[in-house]
């Protein structure tokens, strides 16, 4: 990491902007650290919730602490009635992302927190968000399919929520599992574009919601969160594992992009991906057809070996890669990956802007304002003269 | 501006981080150019809508090309029927900033642009969301005061239909004018915290909708485009000329701000406010009344001096101070003071989404990812070792 070299039109790459205590990610190494620990060390050991504890309260929780946020998700997870009669009105063919960043706008309007600028609203704000967001994105998914809305379950935990609210069918412990641990893996990655996002509005002192809608925004893009939903369609283009070579040939001589493949931080094998491979192996035989688990393994055999031939570069898997079989095997559409990528997200961005409004691990003036460097020509080096518009 | 120096904790202040054509603050000298012209030489001289042409277009327009825009814009005035449903859905106490931000994710719903990634349809993304800006505040104003939103009217341009639509008057020509040029005025700053949020998402290829609002997010911070309204609320609790004395001497006391002085970038006065106070004056004389005009002039002076005096050096009002009560002599509300600063704003943030992902002035990688440096100790210089429950 070099601070030192000039960083114009670098979009900031490898540049160290702030300090944080939430988590580290060694691009070198494959290391990603929540609050001290390796997200693989807890990774199967502790659920999605236990986590949210560690990243908005620094340690792992006892059982009475964890007893206790548990209840407060589980009492905030129903949406106002407002809020449904919003999303109600909303066309069928939105795109899941943007009614989730309009509803994440719109819970804002019925929290009194949000006009409150204090720590304490902050970690409200955060409880509020992280138990809504799989309520909204199970609500919308069966508004749009011209189905109630169901209730939360508050017998379940909550990944098996989620998936309860989705599929109407409380799931196996094992799928539970899984996609708990799924949600534990894409909860947080530091200074990643959406967190950035959600960071840069925080520093203005807007609240948690205006925030982490920016987030929202950010992980909708392609480039971003959008990239697990295009792996998976990637899959589906490919079709069959014969046609693995063929489809990266030709990716590698047209210049185009396989999607999962490479990190702007990782130099190395992701971490979370050596997670989330077993998982889509595991779901692919109780599915008695691993066709896309094997399509994913080979594909990554390949692709290595031909960026290794033809462009004398290591490639490496990144969590998009896995978690698209993953999620597939789940039964879950494809359009919802990124806002699932979301429901575990949500638990980095709140815990990112308390630390931007609150608890900044060192000072910095408030406020993300860069400088840019002005290259219109537009009348050479002099400023333009106005001309009124019937001399133009 | 000096890119070699570290840039950690620092807001990124003072570090240019990307080239752009589309405007130029010079901080030191006072100067503001949009796409090669001076700002202060446009105000007066061409509508918003003019301005709006030049940001998007890189030039100033003729005749038929002004038309055109106009056409658009008015054409695009109008919210769909299920956007009005959706806020009327809304809690009458939500925060403006805040309806707005979700307004403008919910438009993304109803525009078949948002799906299309090509600079064409961002082009056509910028027209809309321009044109509905005014449209969605004035509706949302009227909603909460239990009274029905106005239909745009056609026969007005962008500055005197957004009265119209707030109050249901048709206003003058002078205080049109005067609206229009707050406007242009407000249009564009670079990479000012809400454009620079914009930036950041839209280089995810998140579409404008999404980026955009983060924009409106980030404007809403108390910091950032909420410093209008502090101002007028300061300017009430001085509540009189006299009381100014005493206001700054209690400031300067107690390390408080008094809002609209100061900018993170200009060293000297801001270019906007030369031309804000005059209208400032102009409004209170037409009113009868110049008192809030005296008291902003009284306060500027005072504390001009007593920064000199005791804290030894100079200081500046910014655009913040004599819009307050610009918009408060044209009985605007104070809590629209900030979607107001939207509604000219969006000109300057559609054109750097375009700019980010389809006219980046020089090349750079795709997606603002900054690195951060992990001060965590919560372990000391090592991992954590992961201890299940029981044995914590």
Known sequence: MDELKPIQNTGLRGVSIASTKISDVDGAKGKLIYRGYLAKDLAGQVSFEEAVYLLLYEKLPDADELGELKKQLISQRALPSELIAALATRPKDALPMDILQAAVAMAAHHDPNAKIHSREAASRIAINLIAKFPTIVAAWDRIRNNKEPLEPNPDLDHAAN???????????????????????????HSFNASTFAAREVASTKAHTYASVAAGVGSLSGALHGGANTRVMEMLLKIGSVDKVEDYVKNILATGGVIMGLGHAVYQTDDPRAHILAPMSKTLGERAGD??????????EEVAKQAFKEKKEREIYVNVDFYSATVYYYMGIPTDLFTPIFAIARIAGWAAHVIEEQFAGAAPKPALYRPESDYVGDYCGPDECVYVPMDER
Chains 1, 2 share one sequence.
Do not use: Q, R
């Open 162 to 188: 989620f998936l309860y609210m989705l599929n109407g069918v409380i799931p196996d412990d094992e799928i539970a599992g899984f996609f708990d641990t799924c949600l534990l893996l894409h909860a947080e």
């Open 290 to 299: 691993t066709k896309w688990y094997d399509l994913s393994v080979h594909l």
